[in-house]
């Protein structure tokens, strides 16, 4: 399989792209760190990736999406990509970005269009050859307003409408579209958080994303007691949500 992945610095992209290497894939990686992408190609060249492609992108910058995306497909030889997972992020300074539009906005662009950007450029090619996988990392942060992170968690609800509006869309082009919910996930963009019970590492969501995947799932909750937590959440009166400080 040619597999084309978008943020894949990401601990979450890297074991997902780990768990595809050991299949014997072939991988384009995306990202905006090249010491680090380099250091991934060595690593999944070892665990057993047929090939390994990488490409250096700033997601904000937007008018080099179709560039990235053209790279990949060089990649592959002009050959079907058979999946492409999205899956950068950044998790902002909630106090900080309610205050500052020019952070929220930025946080909004990172989390929320630069994604949509990127599947715009992503659709035409994926029509073209008729079939393939779109997958994107959002989270259950998009499902309901909480005080701790709003604006993160409106940027990927912003993603998740979308890709629910895009999935009926291609499906008549034979493309599948898989949101991916992961909950708390221990990685370096939560470092500052103090961990529990409901914490989760990155390769236990890799595992759910890959089975995700070849099941073409189209909302999965990983790992999957988040569904009915935030089912839960969901439900809670906003006359007694707004008091909540979950």
């Excluded at 990509?81 to 300074?93: E, K, T, V, W």
């Excluded at 959002?138 to 979308?162: C, E, H, M, W």
Aim: include cysteine.
């Amino acid at each position: 399989m040619n597999i084309l992945i978008i943020g894949a610095n990401s601990a979450i992209a890297n074991a997902v792209a780990r768990r595809y290497a050991a299949r014997h894939c072939s991988l384009f990686l995306v990202a905006r760190n090249e010491k680090r992408l380099q250091t991934q190609r060595q690593d999944l060249e070892v665990r057993g990736a047929k090939r390994v492609g990488i490409h250096v992108l700033n997601v904000l910058e937007h008018d080099k999406h179709a560039e990235a995306i053209k790279a990949g497909h060089a990649f592959f030889d002009g050959a079907d990509i058979d999946i492409a997972l999205i899956s950068h992020g950044s998790l902002p300074d909630q106090d900080a970005a309610e205050t500052d539009f020019e952070l929220a906005k930025r946080e909004i662009d990172v989390n929320g269009l630069s994604v949509i950007s990127l599947l715009s450029h992503l659709i035409p090619p994926f029509k073209a050859q008729g079939r393939g996988i779109l997958a994107v990392v959002t989270s259950v942060a998009g499902d309901r307003g909480r005080q701790p992170n709003f604006i993160y968690g409106a940027a990927k609800s912003l993603v998740s409408t979308y890709l629910q509006g895009l999935r009926g869309k291609l499906l008549p082009h034979g493309i599948h579209v898989v949101d991916i919910r992961p909950g708390l996930v221990d990685s370096p963009m939560t470092a500052q958080f103090e961990k529990g019970a409901l914490w989760s590492t990155p390769e236990l969501v890799a595992a759910n994303i890959e089975k995700a995947i070849d099941g073409k799932r189209h909302t999965v909750y990983v790992p999957g007691y988040w569904r009915i937590i935030m089912a839960i959440v969901c439900s809670i009166p906003e006359v007694v949500f707004k008091r909540l400080k979950l």
